[in-house]
Nanobody, 121 residues
Framework: QVQFVESGGGLVEPGGSLRLSCAAS????????MGWYRQSPGKEREAVAS????????KYANSVKDRFTISRDSADNTVYLQMNNLKSEDTAVYFC??????????????WGQGTQVTVSS
C-alpha cells in the first residue's frame, strides 16, 4: 500500500539547518510530483515545497523561498528537503506526499507520521 516515512527532524537553533528525508513506497514514484507539507499546532496543513516528477521544476511557499531546497532521488524513491536559516516560525510537523499538481496531494488518506522540526534557542 502507499506509504510515506519521514525522518530527519529535530531541535535546532534559529539560523541552523536540517535535512529532511521521505521514503515513499506503494506507487510509481518517478511518475509523480512530490511535495513537502507542514502543520503547526492549531493551524491547517500547508504546502511548503513541490518538485516535478523528473526534478526539473520546483515551487516553494513564499515563506521558505531562498531558504529551503527540495530534491528527489528516484533510484531510492526518496524526496528531500534541505532547510537552511531556520526560523522559529518553521516549527511544525513536516510531511510528504505525492501530488497531482503543486500543493494538491494525490493520496490524502495516506499521510505518514511526519517528522517534528523545532526551532528554538
Amino acid at each position: 500500500q502507499v506509504q510515506f516515512v519521514e525522518s530527519g527532524g529535530g531541535l535546532v537553533e534559529p539560523g541552523g539547518s536540517l535535512r529532511l528525508s521521505c521514503a515513499a513506497s506503494g506507487f510509481t514514484f518517478s511518475a509523480y510530483r512530490m511535495g513537502w507539507y507542514r502543520q503547526s499546532p492549531g493551524k491547517e496543513r500547508e504546502a511548503v515545497a513541490s518538485i516535478s516528477s523528473f526534478g526539473g521544476s520546483t515551487k516553494y511557499a513564499n515563506s521558505v523561498k531562498d531558504r529551503f531546497t527540495i530534491s528527489r532521488d528516484s533510484a531510492d524513491n526518496t524526496v528531500y528537503l534541505q532547510m537552511n536559516n531556520l526560523k522559529s516560525e518553521d516549527t511544525a510537523v513536516y510531511f510528504c506526499n505525492a501530488e497531482i499538481a503543486a500543493a494538491t496531494v494525490l493520496f490524502p488518506a495516506n499521510w505518514g507520521q511526519g517528522t517534528q522540526v523545532t526551532v528554538s534557542s
